[in-house]
């Protein structure tokens, strides 16, 4: 099973930054481990204090459910299945899209988490890692060759 490195870690950040920058976002992205510990953080210039945790937060809640955080955004409306789920575990669950749980085979090896945008923007800049990270589960080495968006600026990852 693949373990989450720094290394990896530092290269979803860039991935993810790249795609904020398109945007036109300051975004905060945080990048944590199987068991939610933070491996690696980026706030880009401009971004919102706040965002900070929230980004964090989002990422743990990723790896802690098992599901994107955009899945309990519905459910935990009044009257959902989840109601009131974001007022468990000391009020850590984040219930705002952005977060995503990085999966190989099967497993959860972790999750990114990204703040500084509409909820539907910060599920964008978190994808764009995600499908680098599932994009070399799919080749024969661990590095693979990512274009995100419409940069031609290609990334090794």
């Known amino acids: ?24 976002l300051s975004s ?6 199987e068991g939610g510990n933070l491996v690696a953080f980026y706030r880009m210039d401009n971004a919102r204090i ?9 990422a743990w809640t990723s790896v802690a459910m098992q599901m994107p ?3 309990l955004a519905q459910t935990a409306l009044p009257g959902g299945a989840t109601y009131g789920i ?10 705002l899209g952005g977060g995503i749980p990085l999966i190989d085979q099967g497993k959860v090896v972790g999750g ?6 509409t909820s539907a923007q ?11 990270f599932e994009k070399r589960q799919h ?18 990852y």
Request: proline share 0%; aromatic share 4%; glycine share 10%.
């Open 1 to 24: 099973m693949y373990k989450l490195t720094l290394t990896a870690a530092k290269k979803l950040l860039e991935i993810a930054e790249e795609r904020a920058r398109q945007l036109g």
């Open 50 to 58: 706040a965002g900070i945790d929230i980004a964090q937060g989002k």
């Open 139 to 156: 080749t024969d080495n661990e590095y693979t060759r990512a274009r995100i968006g419409s940069s031609k600026q290609f990334y090794n």
């Open 122 to 132: 910060d599920i964008d800049v978190a994808n764009a890692a995600v499908q680098a």
């Open 86 to 95: 974001n007022t468990t575990n000391q009020g850590r669950l984040v219930i």
């Open 69 to 71: 955080t955009a899945n």
């Open 112 to 117: 990114i988490g990204v703040s500084g945008g």
């Open 28 to 33: 905060d992205i945080a990048i944590v481990d």
